[in-house]
């Protein structure tokens, strides 16, 4: 699935510049919808700047996770040409699971808007690189330069920011976690989790990284875990990282990092 995403980028890559003078872009046209970038309410005590990725999709057409699977790539915002902003960092809600009959894969479709907290100093101006992929049959590259001035928000920039972080999975609670992953043998991962009783309908999201592979998690026929298979690991012996999760069970969803415990034989 990699090297059909790559042909795309071959063929439809494109750089297209956006600029305002304002907290919010207009809506940009892409293939398969529209997009804009959006910041509101001024920095925090610790510098800390919200702001919003708003993306509608035409139906028929999805984007990607953090953790997309092997037929795409994860939405990324680079902020180096920015003027008193060091770091910008996507919050995700909480995804759904499409099956294309090749891959399996976490994302969106319609409507979703992606968190951003911007890391800013005094008197910011952000110039953000943007790439996500969408996809109806084929995935197709999005790459955005916009620039915007934060400090010219509005009612409805802060109304749109407000609902992003708002959609956020909630922090991991006491009855509501994953509890960790446990490596059961060479190809299995067992992730024991804590439920509400209220509901039955469960999804374990997992974002792996460096060298890690997992594939689709299935619930336990216990109704305690999922069993996630193990496709690929690091050769090293550098000792696992910790992986970001989302669980989502009814209409609620939590999301947290863990680590993996046992030793699985290569």
């Known amino acids: 699935m990699k090297q059909f ?29 529209e997009i804009r970038l959006v910041t509101a309410g001024g920095a925090s005590e610790n510098g800390r700047l919200r ?4 993306i509608v999709l035409q139906p028929g057409w999805k984007t990607y ?18 003027r008193n902003v060091t770091g910008a960092l996507f919050k995700f809600p909480a995804p759904q699971r499409f099956d294309d009959g090749y891959a399996v894969w976490a994302g969106y479709k319609n409507q979703v808007s992606l968190a951003v907290e911007f890391d800013v100093g005094d008197n910011p101006h952000i110039d953000a ?39 956020l999975p909630k922090k991991p609670k006491a009855g509501f976690r994953l509890e960790g992953l446990e490596i059961v043998g060479t190809e299995m991962i067992e992730a024991k ?10 999804e374990l999201f997992l974002a792996s990284q460096d060298g890690w592979y997992f594939g689709t998690p299935v619930r336990s026929a216990d109704g305690k875990a999922f069993e ?28 947290g990092a863990v680590a993996i415990t046992g030793v699985a034989v290569k």
Do not use: M
Not at 51 to 54: D, S, T, Y
């Open 129 to 167: 690189e943007i790439f996500l992929g969408v996809c109806e049959k084929i995935c197709v590259p999005v790459q955005l330069q916009i620039s915007l001035d934060p400090a010219r928000d509005s009612d409805l920039d802060i109304a749109a920011v407000d609902a992003a972080f708002a959609g």
């Open 193 to 202: 989790l804590t439920l509400p009783e209220v509901g039955d309908r469960s």
């Open 5 to 33: 995403f790559a042909l795309s980028l071959l063929t439809g890559f494109a750089i297209v510049p956006q600029y305002a003078f304002a907290a919010s872009t207009q809506w940009f046209p892409i293939e398969g919808g």
């Open 65 to 82: 996770w953090l953790d997309p699977g092997d037929a795409g790539v994860p939405p990324q915002i680079d902020v180096s040409n920015s």
């Open 228 to 255: 996630v298979p193990l496709l690929g690991r690091p050769n090293d012996d550098s000792p696992p990282p910790e992986f970001v999760y989302t669980l989502v069970h009814g209409h609620q969803a939590v999301t």
């Open 51 to 54: 702001g919003a990725l708003e």
